[in-house]
């Protein structure tokens, strides 16, 4: 089948910049990505491809030579559903905050919702992607839909979950690892596997495209997530003992890493890790395991989490404790809010848990994020609902200029590793502050003797 004409359901982090790559690379292929949030659609519309709605390096300038030419963004699902002959589903799927799996399942209702409306609205037959990061055997229940509601045309699940790191999008997408595409064994199944292969052969070395049954794509996203929490909580782990040890966690990350088998990357230990995925799939895979009874298997991934929550409360705890027991109407400085470098995303930022701890002790929060505006900020910390929303508006300021947030600040705390920190007039700062002047690197991203010299007390993660 020749594919003239996709479809995807869902215009966030992964459809938007996943989908301006395919346009970008594939011009003869007519891609349109759909959301049913007005606002967002707006964003991506935007005259101005600074104001499309996420940032990512580099996506605005594909965005500016693929927009209109054959990547276009819509409000109007049912229309694209029915042109396309791929359909990709790249809709949120959350935990759960209700019901039976409350805090640990998948929340598949938008999922579900996509199917119904491609069900309804498909007049010949279509290849229906899972892009979204699904709990294994979701794609029967999507086949199950779309047989029993459908008009009697066929459809073929495929699974493509996505790989790319957020901040490091464009790059991950145009320069994939792999590509994992799993489908069905029957002849339907392998053609439309290959006619989604033949999509990203456009730009991607055939040994680079992994075909598997549909359930091992699925579950291998998750084990991926999985097993790289996995390596920063092991690292975190260790951070705490270093700093009672007088080891150096930069260090024994170095000397681990050096061992081939063991790897140098993704262990840089951290305030914790944050991001909409790596809490979300681990404790879908924990509540997967315990559904088939698998407790140990349960508990051995739940412990990345549980040590993930500790990190952040201990870097909490640490500042407190060592602004002498107190932060009560004191000014704390963030340096960042995004739960990583080069993006606008805040989902599951540890700087939010950080910041909700503080307020508990009444500090008074000032942020800096060079791409996170005041209003996100509020609306983070509104979300835990741990106190009411005039208590975080009149808790938290943001600022312009990092120099106004840390000004009369008894305390920094670089929650993001954004590389404009590493060289800001820190003996300005320093000069503007209450001594003595607490710098708490969460990243371990500053110059620590630079700063010493300075005259700011600096504690860093492990060491
Ligand atoms: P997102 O929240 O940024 O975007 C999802 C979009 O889907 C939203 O704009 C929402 O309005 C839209 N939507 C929901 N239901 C819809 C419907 N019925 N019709 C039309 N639009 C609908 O989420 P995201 O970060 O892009 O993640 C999407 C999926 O990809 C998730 O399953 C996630 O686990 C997975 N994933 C995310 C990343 C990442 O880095 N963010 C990486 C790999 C995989
Ligand atoms: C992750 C996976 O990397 C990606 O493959 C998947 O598709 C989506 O989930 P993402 O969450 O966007 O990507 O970013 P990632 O680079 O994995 O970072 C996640 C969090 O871990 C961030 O808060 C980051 O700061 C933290 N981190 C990462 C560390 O604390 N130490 C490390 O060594 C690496």
Not at 232 to 255: F, H, P, Q, R
Not at 256 to 275: H, P, Q, T
Request: aromatic letters at 8%; one cysteine or more.
């Amino acid at each position: 089948m020749k594919i003239t004409k996709i479809c995807c359901i869902g215009a966030g982090y992964v459809g938007g910049p996943t989908m301006a790559v395919i346009a970008q690379k594939c011009p003869q292929i007519q891609v349109t990505v759909v959301d049913l949030n007005e606002e967002r659609i707006t964003a991506w519309n935007d005259e101005n491809v600074d104001n499309i709605p996420i940032y990512e390096p580099g996506l605005s300038e594909i965005v500016a030579e693929a927009r209109g030419r054959n990547l276009f963004f819509s409000t109007n699902v049912e229309k694209a559903i029915d042109e396309a002959q791929i359909i990709f589903i790249s809709v949120n799927t959350p935990t759960k905050t209700y019901g039976k799996g409350k805090g640990m399942a998948a929340d598949l209702k938008y999922i579900e919702l996509c199917a119904r409306q491609i069900a309804r609205v498909a007049k010949d037959n279509k290849i229906v992607v899972e892009k979204s990061t699904l709990p294994v055997r979701t794609a029967e229940a999507i086949k199950s839909i779309l047989d029993n509601t459908g008009n009697g045309v066929q459809f073929q699940i495929l699974s493509n979950p996505e790989f790319l790191a957020e901040g490091t999008a464009v790059q991950d997408l145009l320069n994939p690892d792999r590509i994992l595409i799993g489908g069905d064994s029957s002849d339907e199944g392998q053609k439309a596997i290959q006619a989604l292969v033949a999509v990203y052969s456009n730009w991607v070395a055939a040994d680079k495209i992994l075909t598997t049954n549909v359930w091992s794509s699925e579950l291998s996203k998750l084990t991926a997530n999985a097993f790289l929490a996995q390596r920063i909580s092991s690292i975190n782990a260790m951070s705490e003992l270093c700093e009672k040890t007088g080891a150096d966690v930069n260090e024994v990350a170095k000397a681990i890493g050096m061992d081939s088998r063991i790897g140098s990357k993704f262990l840089k230990a951290s305030v914790g890790f944050g991001g909409s995925c790596f809490q979300k799939d681990i404790l879908n895979l924990v509540y997967i395991a315990k559904s088939y009874g698998l407790n140990e298997v349960a508990d051995y991934w739940e412990q990345v989490i549980i040590m993930n929550d500790h990190q952040k409360r201990r870097f909490s705890n640490n500042i407190v404790q060592t602004l002498y027991n107190t932060v009560a109407d004191k000014k704390i400085a963030f340096l960042g809010w995004a739960f990583k470098k080069d993006t606008n995303d805040t989902r599951e930022s540890a700087a939010i848990y950080v910041a909700d701890d503080l307020i508990n002790e009444h500090a008074k929060i000032a942020v800096y994020d060079p791409k996170v505006s005041h209003k996100k900020i509020i609306a983070d910390l509104n979300y835990l609902e741990t106190r009411a929303a005039s208590n975080n508006a009149t808790s938290v300021s943001s600022f312009d200029t990092p120099y106004e947030a840390c000004q009369n600040a008894h305390a920094i705390a670089v929650l993001t590793e954004w590389d404009e920190f590493i060289n800001y007039d820190w003996q300005k700062i320093y000069d503007s502050m209450q001594k003595p002047a607490f710098i708490f690197d969460g990243r371990n991203l500053l110059n620590a003797s630079e700063l010493k010299a300075i005259g700011f007390v600096y504690q860093a993660i492990g060491s």
